[in-house]
């Protein structure tokens, strides 16, 4: 053991120091690189990781340029009789800088894992940047950034080549760790070495392996806690549908919500034009359709390139007047589909982060009991997210998002991610929760059935349009186009012309069809719905044609027919209709000889554009 122990204090005097200070510079830069979208980021990324990839006597050379006698900094300083050359301050400077580019792209990696839909749904609850980042995203980087500083103190404790140069080797002043080492092997002082070498690998291995060991104590406690906790949904509920009423324009701006704008993408555009009441629209489309992006520009994450949005009289965004008020302003309520419970705070922490600021203790926990009880988790306020099953952390996303008493509440596909059994649950307490909402409520979903359930008027997207707009009924009765009627379930489609009042010719099923409906002037399809196929045998009625069966699938309470008109099929894809028939029908019918005949209810048959 050497006498002299000043290169264990001056090391850890400067590494201390030098991690303080990367640990809130570097911070800072990785949240400021995080969303900086400006010119030159690659540029910035190379200035700031370049001491982690340079010679660290590249990197002392540099400093001495920069902090010595005829250097900038050096000059500014020389006047006041103060320089860093040969200190310990420089010392500190060295390993600072070294130190700087692990703390950061640490601390970057950290941040770039939380996921944005937290970011997103925090700012529509009314929370400002500043407690964004210290309510969110330093929790939830909190893992990270505790890695970051233990390999950022390591660094600086280990740096050599850097603080050579710039604060050279003065034993008592400046000789760290690193520098005993070298230079007492350089004399032969072997034990010596082994010594220092021992020492500041015990202290910088200690430190990653505490954080390692707290890290993974820390996950599994959150897996035992989440493991002790029943999945099962607590209560069912079966209310009625809300009645169904016609979607109409407002009068005036003055209430609902009222939006007309236009987002243009790398290969996509949406341009959309609608307008909202309290009766709850469904949004429908299929994947890619714009339906995401729509309640993301509504709610203010993303900026629609031109257009309007009034909600209640309150313009939200005017491209022409240049207004675009931020998520926090807009008051609208947002659940997306992983539901974005903040997972670091409880059920009643979530809850209360949209409520007043100006609200007391007593209250908020009042209104945290009566959205608990609404919902049916009465008593889970102190349980954490993970802590919870799928459905439950629905409810508590729905909760929160109604606790801030929004003008506009915008779900976007809440059930995506439940299963069958679960899903159906939730959509019926759904729809009882948002009969007593008095605001406009927007419901995306690319599930019909679940659209025709929930909502009474439904607006259909394809590739960012509005193609219908109207009560849900009409949609699934007079779909406008053959993508609608798809997306409302129809099978069965043939191109279509007109050739006599009342009848047009279905081309690609090879027969006349008399209609009912008008025929559109720009008819291009005819279709008919699988379950309205008439499988019949009396040939008196319109419409009615031989068929030959060409193969079945089977569903626990229906059987598919794929049926091949006027002759049989030559083989399993040679079919003209599927129609669908419950299993007692199918039983009666299996046994019969072909041909079947098959009937189209003229009532039943779709015309499109």
Same mark, same amino acid.
């Given at each position: 053991?050497?006498?002299?122990?000043?290169?264990?204090?001056?090391?850890?005097?400067?590494?201390?120091?030098?991690?303080?200070?990367?640990?809130?510079?570097?911070?800072?830069?990785?949240?400021?690189?995080?969303?900086?979208?400006?010119?030159?980021?690659?540029?910035? %990324?190379?200035?700031?990781?370049?001491?982690?990839?340079?010679?660290?006597?590249?990197?002392?050379?540099?400093?001495?340029?920069?902090?010595?006698?005829?250097?900038?900094?050096?000059?500014?300083?020389?006047?006041?009789?103060?320089?860093?050359?040969?200190?310990?301050?420089?010392?500190?400077?060295?390993?600072?800088?070294?130190?700087?580019?692990?703390?950061?792209?640490?601390?970057?990696?950290?941040?770039?894992?939380?996921?944005?839909?937290?970011?997103?749904?925090?700012?529509?609850?009314?929370?400002?940047?500043?407690?964004?980042?210290?309510?969110?995203?330093?929790?939830?980087?909190?893992?990270?950034?505790?890695?970051?500083?233990?390999?950022?103190?390591?660094?600086?404790?280990?740096?050599?080549?850097?603080?050579?140069?710039?604060?050279?080797?003065?034993?008592?002043?400046?000789?760290?760790?690193?520098?005993?080492?070298?230079?007492?092997?350089?004399?032969?002082?072997?034990?010596?070495?082994?010594?220092?070498?021992?020492?500041?690998?015990?202290?910088?291995?200690?430190?990653?392996?505490?954080?390692?060991?707290?890290?993974?104590?820390?996950?599994?406690?959150?897996?035992?806690?989440?493991?002790?906790?029943?999945?099962?949904?607590?209560?069912?509920?079966?209310?009625?549908?809300?009645?169904?009423?016609?979607?109409?324009?407002?009068?005036?701006?003055?209430?609902?919500?009222?939006?007309?704008?236009?987002?243009?993408?790398?290969?996509?555009?949406?341009?959309?034009?609608?307008?909202?009441?309290?009766?709850?629209?469904?949004?429908?489309?299929?994947?890619?359709?714009?339906?995401?992006?729509?309640?993301?520009?509504?709610?203010?994450?993303?900026?629609?390139?031109?257009?309007?949005?009034?909600?209640?009289?309150?313009?939200?965004?005017?491209?022409?007047?240049?207004?675009?008020?931020?998520?926090?302003?807009?008051?609208?309520?947002?659940?997306?589909?992983?539901?974005?419970?903040?997972?670091?705070?409880?059920?009643?922490?979530?809850?209360?982060?949209?409520?007043?600021?100006?609200?007391?203790?007593?209250?908020?926990?009042?209104?945290?009991?009566?959205?608990?009880?609404?919902?049916?988790?009465?008593?889970?306020?102190?349980?954490?997210?993970?802590?919870?099953?799928?459905?439950?952390?629905?409810?508590?996303?729905?909760?929160?998002?109604?606790?801030?008493?929004?003008?506009?509440?915008?779900?976007?596909?809440?059930?995506?991610?439940?299963?069958?059994?679960?899903?159906?649950?939730?959509?019926?307490?759904?729809?009882?929760?948002?009969?007593?909402?008095?605001?406009?409520?927007?419901?995306?979903?690319?599930?019909?059935?679940?659209?025709?359930?929930?909502?009474?008027?439904?607006?259909?997207?394809?590739?960012?349009?509005?193609?219908?707009?109207?009560?849900?009924?009409?949609?699934?009765?007079?779909?406008?186009?053959?993508?609608?009627?798809?997306?409302?379930?129809?099978?069965?489609?043939?191109?279509?012309?007109?050739?006599?009042?009342?009848?047009?010719?279905?081309?690609?099923?090879?027969?006349?069809?008399?209609?009912?409906?008008?025929?559109?002037?720009?008819?291009?399809?005819?279709?008919?719905?699988?379950?309205?196929?008439?499988?019949?045998?009396?040939?008196?009625?319109?419409?009615?044609?031989?068929?030959?069966?060409?193969?079945?699938?089977?569903?626990?309470?229906?059987?598919?027919?794929?049926?091949?008109?006027?002759?049989?099929?030559?083989?399993?894809?040679?079919?003209?209709?599927?129609?669908?028939?419950?299993? %007692?029908?199918?039983?009666?019918?299996?046994?019969?000889?072909?041909?079947?005949?098959?009937?189209?209810?003229?009532?039943?048959?779709?015309?499109?554009?």
């Amino acid at each position: 053991m050497p006498l002299d122990l000043s290169p264990l204090w001056i090391s850890l005097k400067t590494s201390i120091l030098a991690t303080f200070i990367t640990f809130f510079i570097g911070i800072a830069a990785a949240y400021w690189m995080l969303g900086y979208r400006g010119k030159g980021k690659s540029l910035i %990324e190379g200035i700031f990781v370049a001491p982690l990839i340079l010679p660290p006597t590249v990197v002392g050379f540099l400093l001495l340029l920069l902090f010595g006698k005829n250097g900038p900094v050096g000059k500014l300083m020389e006047p006041l009789g103060f320089s860093v050359v040969f200190t310990w301050y420089g010392a500190a400077i060295a390993a600072t800088v070294v130190a700087f580019p692990l703390m950061y792209k640490t601390a970057l990696g950290a941040f770039e894992q939380i996921d944005t839909n937290l970011l997103r749904v925090a700012r529509t609850l009314g929370a400002k940047e500043s407690t964004i980042f210290w309510r969110i995203s330093i929790p939830l980087a909190g893992s990270g950034i505790l890695a970051a500083t233990t390999l950022a103190f390591a660094r600086a404790l280990g740096e050599f080549g850097a603080t050579l140069m710039l604060a050279g080797n003065i034993p008592g002043q400046t000789q760290t760790i690193p520098m005993a080492i070298y230079f007492a092997v350089e004399g032969g002082a072997i034990q010596e070495g082994w010594f220092w070498a021992v020492a500041i690998m015990s202290i910088s291995l200690s430190g990653i392996i505490a954080v390692n060991y707290w890290q993974e104590t820390r996950q599994k406690r959150q897996t035992n806690s989440k493991l002790a906790v029943s999945p099962s949904l607590s209560h069912s509920l079966t209310p009625s549908l809300p009645h169904s009423l016609a979607p109409s324009l407002p009068h005036s701006l003055t209430s609902g919500l009222f939006v007309d704008i236009e987002k243009q993408l790398p290969g996509f555009s949406l341009q959309v034009c609608f307008s909202a009441d309290k009766q709850p629209l469904g949004l429908l489309g299929g994947s890619g359709a714009g339906k995401s992006i729509l309640l993301r520009c509504i709610a203010g994450i993303e900026t629609p390139t031109r257009g309007r949005i009034v909600l209640n009289g309150r313009v939200l965004f005017d491209s022409q007047q240049g207004i675009n008020l931020p998520p926090r302003d807009r008051r609208i309520g947002f659940v997306v589909q992983n539901y974005a419970l903040f997972p670091h705070m409880t059920v009643g922490q979530n809850i209360a982060f949209g409520l007043s600021k100006g609200l007391s203790t007593t209250a908020i926990k009042q209104q945290i009991e009566a959205q608990l009880i609404t919902v049916q988790l009465q008593g889970y306020s102190e349980r954490y997210p993970h802590q919870l099953s799928g459905g439950q952390q629905q409810r508590v996303a729905l909760s929160r998002a109604l606790a801030s008493q929004p003008e506009a509440l915008l779900l976007d596909e809440p059930f995506s991610a439940l299963d069958t059994h679960l899903r159906s649950q939730l959509e019926q307490q759904m729809i009882e929760t948002l009969a007593n909402y008095e605001g406009v409520t927007l419901f995306v979903t690319h599930n019909m059935e679940e659209a025709y359930r929930v909502c009474p008027n439904l607006l259909v997207l394809e590739k960012g349009k509005v193609v219908h707009y109207g009560t849900k009924h009409d949609i699934f009765e007079r779909p406008a186009t053959v993508g609608v009627a798809q997306l409302t379930g129809c099978k069965n489609f043939s191109s279509a012309v007109a050739v006599a009042s009342g009848q047009v010719e279905a081309i690609d099923w090879g027969c006349t069809l008399s209609v009912i409906e008008p025929i559109p002037d720009a008819l291009s399809n005819v279709g008919i719905r699988a379950h309205q196929i008439i499988l019949t045998n009396d040939l008196s009625h319109e419409n009615t044609f031989p068929c030959w069966l060409a193969r079945t699938s089977e569903t626990p309470h229906r059987m598919t027919l794929f049926l091949k008109l006027h002759h049989p099929s030559s083989n399993q894809s040679d079919y003209h209709l599927q129609a669908e028939v419950f299993k %007692e029908k199918w039983a009666t019918l299996k046994d019969q000889p072909m041909p079947w005949y098959v009937r189209l209810d003229p009532l039943r048959l779709i015309l499109m554009e």
